[in-house]
Structure formats: C-alpha cells, structure tokens
C-alpha cells in the first residue's frame, strides 16, 4: 500500500483549537509539548504525589501528568469550562 494508507495518522483531519484567534491546541501536536512541560517537572521532583494543573483545559497536562504511577491526587484548575467540556 501507499505511505498515506499505511500512516492515516499523518493525513487525517487536524483538530485546532482557538481561543480569541489564536492557536491554543492541535491533535497532532499537543503531545510533543505536554511532554515537554510535564516530564522534567514530574522527574525532578523525588516523589510527587499531589499535582496542581492550572488552566489545562484539554486535559492533555492531565494526560502526561496521570502517566507517573506516584501520583495520588491530581487536580485542574480551568476557568473556561467550555474548554473543558470539549
């Protein structure tokens, strides 16, 4: 088969999000990022447990932040519950 058909992931629809005309998120590249603010933190620290997320109202902070076994309590602070309701 072709490169598109054996990698759909790279040729599907995008998801963006906007907040007031500009790009806040998109599906294919919200990973890299996430990972990127949320991986040094969680491994710096010797053993976090409690976790405070401001303003992470897609819930991929949430995602990277769930992946470490340590963490007991994690909350989101979003004051745009639109955002989160998508």
């Known amino acids: 088969g072709s ?3 054996t990698h759909p992931e ?12 500009v790009i806040q998120s998109t599906l294919y590249g919200d990973a890299p990022y996430h990972e990127s603010i949320v991986h040094p933190a969680m491994i710096t620290h010797p053993n976090p447990r409690r976790v405070a997320i401001i303003g992470g109202g897609e819930g991929a902070t949430l ?4 992946k470490h076994n340590t963490v ?7 004051i745009d519950e639109g955002v ?3």
């Open 3 to 5: 490169y598109e058909s």
């Open 84 to 86: 989160v309701d998508l």
């Open 63 to 66: 995602r990277e932040v769930l």
């Open 10 to 21: 790279q040729f599907g629809p995008d998801r963006i999000l906007f907040l007031d005309g």
């Open 72 to 78: 007991e309590k994690a909350v989101m602070i979003e």
